[in-house]
C-alpha cells in the first residue's frame, strides 16, 4: 500500500521560500510510471494543481506559480519537494501530496494523496 | 485554462435519495474527467475518473457519465458516509484544474 506524508513548516513569513516534502512509503518513486504532484487547498475556495515531476525528473507546472515553483525528487530518500519562493498570505493554504500514474492511454488522476499540511504565511 | 463549473454548489438530501451532480467544461475535454469525494479533514478520494471508470475499493452506488463537456456524477442510493463534498477535475491540458465543488448536506 503506496502512503504519502507531508511534512515542512508550518509557518512561513511573507517573503521568504515556502519549503515542503513528501516523503512515500511503499513503493519507489524512480520506478515505474508516476507522476508525483504537488496540490493546494485555500481555505474556503478550491483545489489548484500546482506541479508535478515525472519518475523521469520531467516537470509541469501550474503557469500562474511557475516562477516561483520548483518540485525536485531526492530518489536516495524515496521523497519529493516542493519550494515556493517569495511567498505572501495569499499562499497559506492546506498542501497535499499525491500520485498519479502514467496511463498509457493518457488519463491522469490521482489515486493516492498525502494527509495534507496547513502552511500560513504571516509574519 | 479550462474552467471546470459544478453545480449545485450544495444540496441537502437524505438517505437512500439519488443524488446528480454535474460538471461542465468551458471547452471540449473529451473524457479526461476526474470525480473526488473528500469529507472533512481528510484528503479528496478518487472515485471514478476517464469520466466513467471507476476506481478500485469505490461503491458501486457511484457511477459517472459524459464526455466532450458535459459530466455527471451519480449516487443512486445515498448513504450516510457519503455526506461530502464532491470535485471534478479535468486532466485534459495542463493546468489541471478543478470544480469548484458541490457540497452534499443532510
Known amino acids: 500500500q503506496v502512503q504519502l506524508q507531508e511534512s515542512g513548516p508550518g509557518l512561513v513569513k511573507p517573503s521568504q521560500t515556502l519549503s515542503l516534502t513528501c516523503n512515500v512509503s511503499?513503493?519507489?518513486?524512480?520506478?515505474?510510471?508516476?507522476?508525483w504532484t504537488w496540490i493546494r487547498h485555500h481555505p474556503g475556495k478550491g483545489l489548484e494543481w500546482i506541479g508535478y515531476?515525472?519518475?523521469?525528473?520531467?516537470?509541469y507546472y501550474n503557469p500562474s506559480l511557475k516562477s516561483r515553483s520548483t518540485i525536485s525528487m531526492d530518489t536516495s530518500k524515496n521523497q519529493f519537494s516542493l519550494d515556493l519562493s517569495s511567498v505572501t498570505a495569499a499562499d497559506t493554504a492546506l498542501y497535499y501530496c499525491?500520485?498519479?500514474?502514467?496511463?498509457?492511454?493518457?488519463?491522469?488522476?490521482?489515486?493516492?494523496w498525502g494527509q495534507g499540511t496547513l502552511v500560513t504565511v504571516s509574519s | 485554462d479550462i474552467q471546470m463549473t459544478q453545480s449545485p454548489s450544495s444540496l441537502s438530501a437524505s438517505v437512500g435519495d439519488r443524488v446528480t451532480i454535474t460538471c461542465r467544461a468551458s471547452q471540449v475535454i473529451s473524457t479526461y474527467l476526474n470525480w473526488y469525494q473528500q469529507r472533512p479533514g481528510k484528503a479528496p478520494n478518487l472515485l471514478i475518473y476517464a469520466a466513467s471508470r471507476f476506481q478500485s475499493g469505490v461503491p458501486s452506488r457511484f457511477s459517472g457519465s459524459g464526455s466532450g463537456t458535459d459530466f455527471t456524477l451519480t449516487i443512486s442510493s445515498l448513504q450516510p458516509e457519503d455526506f461530502a463534498t464532491y470535485y471534478c477535475q479535468q486532466t485534459y491540458s495542463t493546468p489541471l484544474t478543478f470544480g469548484g465543488g458541490t457540497k452534499v448536506e443532510i
Open positions: 511503499g513503493g519507489s518513486i524512480s520506478s515505474g510510471g508516476h507522476y
Open positions: 515531476i515525472y519518475y523521469s525528473g520531467k516537470t
Open positions: 499525491a500520485r498519479a500514474p502514467a496511463d498509457s492511454s493518457g488519463y491522469r488522476y490521482f489515486d493516492y
